[in-house]
């Protein structure tokens, strides 16, 4: 069964720094999400992104995040400058048209 | 705002020992209702989707109906490797952006 594919598995950076999380959906999907989970606590929706643009974002996202599709197959999410309670498991996702979501294993995040 | 509240909160069941998850929700036009299994460190994998009140979909040993207000996940006769934590989530409207609930994590003891 195709997967989405995120890498890496686990990043470790200083407050501060920009991270770049990484992602492959399954190809022929035509949305894109990223949700993150902070340990204990629900999945959190940050970003949906259809047709080569934000569709929606949660409050959640601000001006420190961002996404982008730059070669039509990967889909990141930059983070440009951590705080810690960035420290998350960040979760890709993407679905076809209307359907269930398929998620990748995460990237978990922690910020020092 | 799309609201999902799912109890209990945590479960231990024998193995054998059936039960049922609630996840009540409170939406403006239910879309659909998503029901996920997540394993520690992993990403949800999904197992449902309902559409409407009355609905009912199977799926070895996991049953989950839906009613204007709540779904449940039934579990019958539970083995170990059913321990997992289950995550409801809802879309409401012309909304593709699924709310999740915090989950019941389910442990079955051999």
């Known amino acids: 069964e195709p997967e989405v594919t995120q890498t890496p598995s686990h990043q470790v950076t200083q407050m501060g720094q920009e991270v770049i999380l990484r992602c492959v959906p399954i190809?022929?999907?035509?949305?894109f999400y990223w949700y993150r989970q902070i340990l204990g606590q629900k999945v959190e929706f940050l970003v949906s992104?259809?047709?080569?643009?934000?569709?929606?974002k949660s409050e959640i996202f601000d001006d420190q995040f961002s996404v982008e599709r730059p070669d039509g197959s990967n889909f990141t999410l930059k983070i440009r400058s951590t705080k810690l309670e960035d420290s998350a498991m960040y979760f890709c996702?993407?679905?076809?048209?209307?359907?269930?979501?398929?998620f990748g294993s995460g990237t978990q995040l922690s910020v020092l | 705002e799309d609201q999902v509240t799912q109890s209990p909160e945590a479960l231990r069941l024998q193995e054998g020992e059936s039960s049922s998850l609630n996840c009540s929700y409170t939406?403006?036009?239910?879309?659909?209702l998503f029901w996920y299994r997540q394993d520690p460190g992993k990403g949800p994998e999904f197992l449902f989707t309902?559409?409407?009140a009355g609905e009912e979909k199977e799926k070895e040993r996991l049953k989950a109906t839906l009613t204007k207000k709540e779904s449940f996940l039934h579990i019958t006769a539970p083995k170990p490797e059913d321990s997992a934590t289950y995550l409801c989530?809802?879309?409401?409207?012309?909304?593709?952006?699924?709310?999740f609930g915090r989950g019941t994590s389910l442990i079955v003891h051999p």
């Open positions: 939406v403006s036009g239910l879309r659909g």
């Open positions: 989530a809802v879309e409401s409207g012309g909304s593709y952006i699924p709310t």
């Open positions: 309902l559409y409407s």
């Open positions: 190809s022929n999907h035509l949305y």
């Open positions: 992104f259809y047709n080569n643009e934000i569709s929606e």
């Open positions: 996702a993407s679905r076809a048209e209307s359907e269930k979501l398929f």
